[in-house]
């Protein structure tokens, strides 16, 4: 008995193993996605909202897209809350949350760095002549006015980039890395953390359109940098703010496809020239699909790691995310 109690119970820590913990946030996110879902449905009922009005086809840059990210956000918040009150036994904040003025800061330099990024895309295809600019102020293409269907745009990116850094890099990265701790030692267990996070995003892209081996390994790379800039700061700021300058100036500043959808109203109107190489462009993934996209996550996880020095004064990875001090956690818990 004792030794099947050790596959499901840490004595140590006093808490379920991180794969039970995994498991039963994900049972949690599921029920409160479905519980969110039927609560929405019931308020917008009086006002004849029809059924799948926030499904995930729902037209981009629509008030029912941003109503649909707006649910996941709520839900996986709230399975957050608590899997960390019942499951990791810690306090929400550690899951990448101490909002403090390095916190403000690391969000202000993603939202730079992922604009500047996808900026520096654009000028490299237009100056080759793979990219080619067919307008301005592009409408969506459900004919919703410009302004509200782009700042719909934003506020669904905004929720996008949260709630899945949430997920992907506060939590499961921060599972596993915990998990793995006392086999491989914290340095190589947040590089796995890291590592399978990464290929968990990548893979839940895997059913985009226009979606390939090649998009999907992209993908994975764009988790390792995000998962570089949650290791070497300990926060979420970073690759929140990075995620979500890095799809709204694709698709709404560039016009370029998001991971193979469209993404509505765009500052420009772009298109890829007849015989432009889809190796470098992405074809119709965009960016994330190409050669370029794949250059500026290797120039960013560069900016990542200067900007974290200059700040902290050393950009290596914190070690104390992959330790767990169940004594600590209990004091901060009693604390919050």
């Not at 009005?53 to 008030?63: I, L, M, V």
């Not at 939202?111 to 295809?125: A, D, E, H, N, V």
């Not at 007849?274 to 370029?292: D, K």
Request: hydrophobic residues 50%.
């Amino acid at each position: 008995m004792t030794r099947l109690k050790r596959l499901f119970w840490n004595t140590e820590d006093q808490r379920l193993r991180a794969l039970w913990r995994l498991l039963f946030q994900t049972l949690l996110l599921v029920v409160c996605v479905f519980a969110l879902g039927a609560a929405l449905a019931l308020l917008t009922l009086p006002f004849g909202v029809p059924a799948g009005t926030f499904a995930p086809s729902a037209p981009p840059g629509s008030g029912s897209r941003v109503a649909l990210g707006a649910l996941m956000l709520g839900a996986v918040a709230a399975s957050m809350a608590g899997a960390a009150r019942f499951l990791d036994h810690r306090p929400f904040a550690d899951f990448g949350f101490h909002l403090d003025a390095h916190w403000g800061a690391d969000f202000a330099f993603g939202l730079i760095l992922g604009t500047l990024l996808m900026g520096g895309i654009f000028l490299s295809g237009w100056a080759l002549g793979w990219v080619e600019v067919t307008g301005t102020l592009q409408p969506a293409s459900d004919g919703n006015a410009f302004v509200p269907s782009l700042a719909a745009a934003l506020l669904s990116f905004i929720c996008v980039g949260v709630y899945e850094e949430m997920i992907a890099r506060g939590y499961h990265l921060l599972n596993v890395a915990e998990g793995f701790e006392r086999l491989l030692g914290p340095r190589a267990a947040l590089a796995g953390g890291c590592l399978l996070s990464s290929v968990g995003f990548g893979a839940l892209h895997w059913g985009n359109p226009n979606a390939s081996p090649l998009s999907t390994a992209c993908l994975v790379l764009a988790g390792l940098l995000f998962g570089l800039a949650y290791v070497v700061t300990g926060e979420l700021a970073l690759p929140i703010g990075l995620h979500i300058s890095w799809n709204f100036a694709q698709g709404n500043v560039f016009g370029f496809p998001v991971s193979g959808t469209d993404a509505g109203a765009s500052l420009l109107s772009t298109r890829a020239p007849a015989g432009s190489p889809a190796w470098w462009t992405g074809g119709a993934f965009g960016p994330e699909a190409g050669l370029s996209g794949m250059l500026a996550l290797l120039l960013a996880a560069g900016a990542v790691l200067l900007w974290t020095h200059r700040q902290r004064g050393t950009a290596r990875p914190r070690l104390t995310l992959a330790r767990y001090d169940a004594q600590q956690r209990d004091v901060q818990q009693r604390d919050a």
